[in-house]
């Protein structure tokens, strides 16, 4: 225990610690400025500046995503606090747990238009991040802030993760506070399990003839990952996964379906859609529209449904439900594997499987789709799925390449792969694999990009360089916006929008070099593996630009339904 009354900014820092938080993420700025010198003063804490504040809410976001810890961005008020919007969006719509810190304008001057001011009378900023956090609230007075600083964290961790905001007055952190400084350990968050629900859950699995799972990004942490394997591979259960959940379920394992839905394999889809499965055991995944193809009939067509997430709100809400798991995604798989082992002491032969169900992503030819100039999308992926080592953390932004990515990357036993599908904001993949990197040292970070999501958030490319943050970033070019190009001629009757093509040609390898990073450029079959293996020994960011023939098309036929008018034919 220490003397005291202490300062504000003590008993931020003592809070963070306990918390495990020694990262931050931000810019900093007049508003916040005793908050980030202090940072920097302490040994035990590191300061992440980024270009961009919206690049320190995406590497937050990366860091929490990698390591499964709470993370911190922050930022000054004003401009500084709106950049950092977009990134805490794509936290909060994917369930990503992260502590957002804002300044503000001195106490004493709230509601007389100060500069930068973002109080409730001006420019509401408590207002502006309530839709897109669990809890968003200005610190009222230094004696307050450990009462919010705890709730936050609390609703941060708790049901499923999300952001939490705290805004606080520049003159706040050199106050006093009388409360001590006393050891305490981590808010942990709560793990909820309906053991009647698991037990009536058991007993229907083990009379079902074909079973399918279809497992979500709720079951993406290391020890769910594994509890999913074990209860598929005991009930025999050919399994599939959301877009998102890409890779929580081995690719290569002998019942993986794939991905399911948007780009994703036609076993998967068949299998979803298939008249004699009887029973989908749906793992923390929300059955929203880019995973049941436009919440296609066939889904719940005659089949019961038990649907496990630590949601209420998410059970339920696309297909009626037979049972209702509401709890934490480990802990009750925990107790359902329990009770199936229970119900049937030997695991069921994957004789259940639906025929052909088998999945691997699409391996093509190297002549597919590939001129002798040029190299195919599909080619590259099915080239790189034999250099990736086997405990990569491969991140997709959001694009043409994401649907290429989906369709013909194949993630293995311990690789993971990492999207932000929810919000689906392109620059994600770009910057969050940096605070990936700082969240998993050692573990081989790989990002799969588009050349314009290069160009939108590629600056804080910069900020890996200042760190030596070892990324290898892999920049797919066509020259525009693929997604967007080839989705319009499938919606305009055969015209491709031109607006989004570059007109004069844009070099990613050349504004790396510029940042002094390494670069390779690949444009022939055969290339990419040789160059990724010797990118990843470099102690520092690297950069591989991909040329590919802009005139092949992803796999976006579905979604482009969905863009036309929401049709199911």
Request: glycine share 10%; charged share 15%.
């Amino acid at each position: 225990m220490s003397n005291y009354p202490n300062l504000l900014i003590d008993v931020a820092m003592h809070h963070l610690k306990n918390q495990g938080i020694t990262t931050v993420f931000g810019i900093p700025g007049g508003l916040i400025h005793p908050f980030f010198d202090r940072v920097e003063q302490d040994e035990e804490f590191s300061v992440v500046v980024a270009r961009h504040e919206g690049g320190a809410a995406f590497m937050a976001d990366g860091y929490a995503r990698a390591s499964g810890r709470i993370a911190v961005a922050a930022a000054t008020s004003g401009p500084g606090a709106t950049n950092l919007l977009t990134g805490v969006a794509a936290a909060f719509a994917d369930g990503v747990p992260m502590l957002v810190i804002t300044g503000q304008a001195p106490s004493h001057t709230l509601g007389r238009g100060a500069a930068q001011e973002t109080a409730r009378e001006d420019i509401d900023i408590v207002g502006i991040f309530g839709p897109v956090t669990k809890y968003s609230a200005m610190v009222p007075s230094p004696a307050q802030f450990s009462r919010h600083f705890r709730r936050a964290i609390t609703l941060a961790l708790s049901g499923r993760p999300g952001p939490v905001h705290l805004n606080v007055p520049v003159d706040f952190w050199q106050q006093p506070v009388d409360e001590p400084l006393v050891a305490s350990t981590a808010i942990e968050p709560s793990r909820p399990v309906d053991l009647p629900a698991v037990e009536l859950a058991a007993a229907f699995l083990t009379q079902a003839q074909r079973t399918v799972v279809l497992v979500g990004s709720g079951a993406s942490s290391l020890g769910a990952r594994r509890l999913v394997e074990e209860v598929a591979t005991h009930l025999g259960a050919p399994t599939a996964t959301t877009p998102r959940a890409k890779g929580v379920f081995p690719e290569d394992h002998p019942l993986s379906l794939g991905v399911c839905g948007l780009a994703g394999s036609p076993a998967a889809q068949s299998a979803l859609v298939e008249d004699s499965v009887d029973t989908l055991l749906v793992v923390g995944a929300s059955m929203n529209e880019t995973t049941t193809f436009n919440w296609h009939a066939g889904i719940g067509h005659e089949r019961r449904i038990i649907q496990l997430d630590i949601d209420p709100a998410r059970i339920g809400r696309n297909y009626p439900v037979d049972i209702a798991l509401v709890g934490d995604t480990e802990a009750t798989l925990a107790e359902l594997l329990k009770r199936l082992q229970a119900h049937d002491s030997s695991p069921q032969p994957a004789t259940s499987a639906i025929p052909g169900s088998r999945s691997i992503p699409e391996i093509v030819n190297v002549s597919e789709g590939s001129s002798a100039a040029e190299l195919g999308p599909a080619v590259w992926r099915a080239e790189l799925n034999h250099a990736l080592p086997s405990d990569a953390i491969v991140f997709s932004d959001i694009g043409g390449h994401m649907l290429f990515n989906l369709r013909h990357l194949q993630m293995r036993n311990d690789q993971r792969f990492i999207l932000n599908m929810g919000f689906g904001s392109m620059g994600h993949g770009t910057v969050a694999p940096i605070g990936a990197s700082l969240g998993c040292p050692g573990t081989p970070i790989i990002a799969i990009v588009g050349d314009a999501c290069f160009t939108m958030n590629g600056m804080d490319l910069l900020t890996a360089r200042e760190y030596d943050i070892p990324v290898v970033w892999i920049v797919e070019n066509n020259q525009g916006h693929g997604i967007s190009y080839h989705g319009s001629k499938l919606v305009n009757g055969g015209r491709a929008m031109q607006c989004i093509v570059n007109n004069k040609r844009i070099s990613a390898a050349a504004i790396a070099g510029a940042m002094g990073i390494p670069v390779w450029e690949v444009d022939q079959p055969g290339q990419i593996g040789h160059v990724l293996r010797e990118a990843i020994t470099v102690s520092g960011p690297t950069v591989i630009e991909v040329h590919v023939d802009a005139e092949i098309s992803p796999p976006l036929a579905e979604r482009a339904k969905t863009v036309a008018g929401f049709r199911n034919d």
